[in-house]
């Protein structure tokens, strides 16, 4: 066996790298005081909202939401549902009515930030892909919020809202992804600083201070937790020196934000407290509006289903994009590059877990010794082909089916000829047959000098695919996880 080297670095988002260089803003308007980290709250109280199925305060929340009907709007031509999963279409209203009027004039209402927000089958896993606001997309034909309807037409996604309210972006996004979606959930500016100040702030990281007087937002360098007016600036700015003032660039930010929404909301410390989980929750309810189908009982099946959601589950991307030729300050969508993404979301599924083979000592007249359990197998995880970040969505998998993966790195030199491999340390045989047992195909083989009670996962060009266990989600560049440092990204 070759020596096993460096670790893994993961680069699978190098697959969707289109290369083309973020695209300059247009020029700055009022109206655009945009907010996307304000999306994290809809995510934050799906992920917590499983931890009052003991309180009785569902009545309560319930009444406290803003809801709307828009079955007559979305169409018979919909997107087939092909699983168990759930989509929740998360919206950033721009409204200056009310509580928002301190933040400008701007006549009528957009969603100038939209995110498709995928829960796996049996709450495995979650997902926030962001559709960047000045994407050129083919907004089908909509009903408009004030009668008639919009004929379909080429444009920028955030005009779908503009025209036909939250129904029209529903059907843009279906139309563009083929995916269905259940819900919908929608926030405005005075609702996201309730939220996070419901949380008693939230922690993020920034390079260097910040003196952005538009923005009203003064930050010190380094890790710092923000509140109220404070935190709504630092995910709106574009003017304040964080990042190179393009959308894309403010998405990663806000990404980051959501991410540390999702931390703090998860956190063992506020779910043990009743009071603050619930106070939580209800400054969620009554800062959103949702579709009239997310009812009581749909709230419940779906906190069932995340019940034991942790922050390391929970990942946020950009749907890759490119040029728009006609125009540099707008992008389109990549469709070599984004249609696995949509098509992987679309067949997402989990499958029972088969029970692993048991294991036969030595001996014709030995008797059977019970099969070891996945969580006592220490796997060591090495990539052998020249596949970017295989090793690490092969970890992902074996985690999902409850092996404990010790280690990812690469087997060097990488091998186009190289074949999969289950080695084993001495004392590790029945660790190893486990393994092979959940990955047939492959049997182990002793490793002498490997570690003692380890296994060893050797990645190589004819796969290793694990029956039973949820096809990993292809990587994109830049993507954030929700329990990764604030600091990271700085």
């Known amino acids: 066996m070759q020596r096993l080297a460096a670790p893994d670095r993961g680069r699978g988002g190098a697959y969707y790298n289109t290369g083309a260089p973020p695209p300059p803003e247009p020029p700055v308007r009022g109206r655009q005081w945009r907010v996307l980290g304000w999306l994290s709250i809809g995510l934050s109280a799906l992920l917590v909202v499983g931890s009052l199925t003991g309180y009785g ?66 709450g495995e896993r979650a997902i926030g892909m962001s559709f960047p606001r000045d994407s050129m997309v083919q907004i089908p034909s909509c009903k408009k919020t004030g009668g008639g309807t919009a ?23 279906e139309s563009i992804t083929n995916i269905r979606i259940d819900h919908y959930v929608e926030v405005d500016f005075a609702g996201f600083k309730r939220v996070v100040d419901a949380l008693d702030g939230v922690e993020i990281c920034v390079p260097k201070p910040v003196n952005d007087p538009k923005a009203e937002l003064y930050l010190r360098k380094g890790r710092q937790t923000v509140r109220g007016d404070q935190a709504l600036g630092y ?71 995340l019940r034991g959601m942790s922050a390391g589950k929970v990942r946020f991307v950009t749907i890759p994009v490119q040029a728009y030729p006609q125009d540099p300050n707008r992008v389109q969508i990549n469709p070599a590059v984004a249609g696995p993404l949509f098509e992987s979301i679309r067949r997402d599924n989990t499958v029972p877990q088969p029970a692993p083979a048991p294991v036969r000592q030595r001996g014709p007249n030995a008797p059977r010794q019970p099969p ?47 074949k999969t491999e289950i080695l084993f340390g001495p004392g590790a045989r029945p660790q190893a ?48 996880r929700a329990d990764q440092d604030v600091c990271r990204q700085t």
């Open 372 to 418: 070891v359990p996945p969580a006592q197998v220490q796997v060591a995880v090495y990539n052998a082909t020249r596949t970017d970040g295989l090793g690490q969505r092969t970890a992902e998998q074996l985690k999902e089916k409850g092996f404990k993966v010790v280690k990812v790195g690469t087997r060097k030199p990488a091998s186009a000829k190289a």
């Open 235 to 305: 995910v709106r700015t574009r003017t304040g020196g964080l990042g190179d003032g393009s959308d894309l660039s403010r998405i990663q930010r806000q990404q980051t934000f959501m991410a540390s929404v999702v931390k703090k909301a998860t956190d063992k410390g506020m779910l043990a407290d009743p009071g603050k989980t619930y106070g939580f929750l209800s400054a969620v309810a009554s800062s959103i509006k949702a579709d009239d189908r997310l009812t009581i009982s749909a709230m419940q099946k779906l906190a069932g289903g």
């Open 433 to 480: 047959a486990a393994l092979a047992a959940a990955m047939p195909g492959h049997p182990p083989k002793l490793f002498a000098t490997g570690k003692p009670g380890q296994v060893y996962l050797i990645v190589g060009n004819d796969g290793a695919d694990l029956p039973g266990a949820a096809k990993p989600l292809p990587k994109v560049a830049g993507e954030i």
């Open 57 to 122: 305060f569902w009545r309560r929340l319930d009444g406290q939401i803003d809801r709307e009907n828009v079955d007559g709007k979305l169409g018979a031509n919909r997107p087939a549902k092909l699983n168990n999963s759930m989509n929740i279409l998360l919206m950033g209203s721009d409204s200056r009515a009310g509580e928002n009027a301190r933040y400008g004039t701007e006549e009528g209402q957009r969603s100038d930030t939209t995110i498709l927000l995928h829960l796996s089958p049996g």
């Open 151 to 173: 004929p379909p037409r080429l444009d920028m996604i955030n005009s779908a809202y503009a025209q036909g309210g939250p129904a029209c972006t529903w059907k843009t996004i």
